[in-house]
């Protein structure tokens, strides 16, 4: 296919109704976090919460998808991916607005907790979605606008959940009830090809384990760890909290700061499908994990808040081509048949980066204040980027 050709066709996918679909589920999956971030420090006092304990509104959410990861993939390959995708928006939705209307941090935590298991589906399905529809050039440009979607989600979330914060910490708390017509969106007008029969589940396991048994899976599988160890732990969790006690910003200026990084994720994400064609997947992700190095480098030395719009753009920029090429390599290397139980495989490590990244940022500031979170994540993106070189060296 021609340069011309191409631009032609990837202009007509972004007009895609099914695409279209996608991207709602992918806004809805990152709004959980995105949105709720710049209430931390406001909420922190309003129920007298430790500060080395707000990190558990993250890690509550975001442990379901460790644990139900690979049940999805197996029951959305057997049973159909609308059969998981619909019930989960719906149960989003429900347990996610009930969160503005307690006052009791472990009632929160345990609405949390619901709203998470409605999430653990949400990302790795609507990547599998992608990677049934999409095949070659359209399948990498498609990941790349989702990814760009995503991201100016996840730029707007933060700004719309700081304005909300200053009416009150409850009030961005209300916004998953959005999820439940996007569930009725999925349901009546999603038209993608559904698994036909029922597969032996005894072959069926002990083929997707073969099939699972690959280095570099493994080693994509790690990498999307780091990606969320780092977002979640250093940037989501803990840069708001920097942004609030040295540079004493209100919760919507925190919401700005924690936008620019999807800005640039969602600037270099849309342009993977060109990148793609000059550098391997396995190029860009190793790129990435030098990008968040030095973002992390900079921001304890910072003088000035404005100065912080550099780690966070480098951040974002390192995002942008990293993640999604995960993605896209992910559903180049799965077999067809178990595609939805490699990438929900993939959403429980990402899952596991999100859980673990709070606590053992969490550990790092007990240690040594906020400036060692930040030195603690250059040395995790380090051995990380050591780690995938050795599994992707074939």
Avoid: H
Wanted: proline share 5%.
């Amino acid at each position: 296919m021609d340069t011309d050709t191409l631009r032609y066709s990837n202009r007509k996918l972004y007009k895609d109704r099914n695409l279209l679909i996608i991207f709602t589920v992918s806004l809805i999956a990152i709004l959980g976090v995105a949105s709720v971030t710049p209430t931390f420090p406001r909420l922190r006092t309003a129920l007298n919460v430790p500060v080395e304990r707000i990190g558990l509104l993250v890690t509550v959410f975001t442990f379901p998808t460790v644990i139900l990861g690979p049940i999805i993939g197996i029951l959305a390959d057997r049973l159909g991916r609308k059969k998981i995708l619909v019930p989960s928006l719906i149960l989003f939705g429900i347990a996610g607005f009930a969160c503005a209307f307690v006052r009791d941090f472990n009632l929160l935590l345990l609405l949390r907790f619901l709203q998470g298991i409605g999430a653990a589906s949400l990302l790795s399905l609507s990547v599998t979605l992608i990677g049934d529809l999409y095949v070659g050039d359209r399948r990498t440009t498609a990941m790349g606008y989702n990814a760009s979607v995503s991201s100016i989600g996840t730029a707007i979330y933060p700004t719309i959940g700081g304005a909300l914060a200053t009416m009150g910490w409850y009030f961005p708390f209300m916004l998953p009830i959005v999820a439940i017509p996007v569930g009725l969106l999925v349901l009546f007008a999603l038209k993608n090809p559904e698994p036909q029969g029922q597969r032996n589940l005894k072959v069926y396991l002990q083929n997707a384990v073969k099939a699972l048994k690959n280095r570099q899976l493994f080693g994509l599988f790690i990498a999307s760890a780091a990606n969320f160890v780092l977002l979640y732990g250093a940037y989501v969790t803990y840069l708001p909290s920097l942004i609030a006690d040295r540079f004493d910003a209100e919760p919507f200026t925190i919401g700005l700061f924690l936008s620019s990084i999807s800005v640039a994720i969602a600037f270099t994400s849309s342009q993977l499908g060109n990148l793609a064609r000059r550098f391997s997947e396995t190029i860009l992700i190793r790129a990435s994990f030098v990008f968040y190095a030095v973002a992390l480098l900079i921001v304890p030395f910072v003088p000035n808040l404005w100065f912080l719009l550099i780690p966070t753009t480098l951040f974002g920029i390192g995002l942008g081509i990293g993640f999604p090429s995960i993605q896209t390599l992910l559903a180049a290397l799965a077999p067809k048949e178990y595609l939805a139980t490699v990438i929900s495989v993939n959403g429980t490590f990402f899952g596991l980066g999100q859980t673990l990244g709070p606590l053992l940022m969490g550990i790092a500031y007990g240690i040594g204040g906020i400036n060692s979170v930040f030195f603690a994540g250059i040395g995790f993106a380090i051995a990380t980027l050591i780690v995938f070189r050795y599994c992707t060296c074939l």
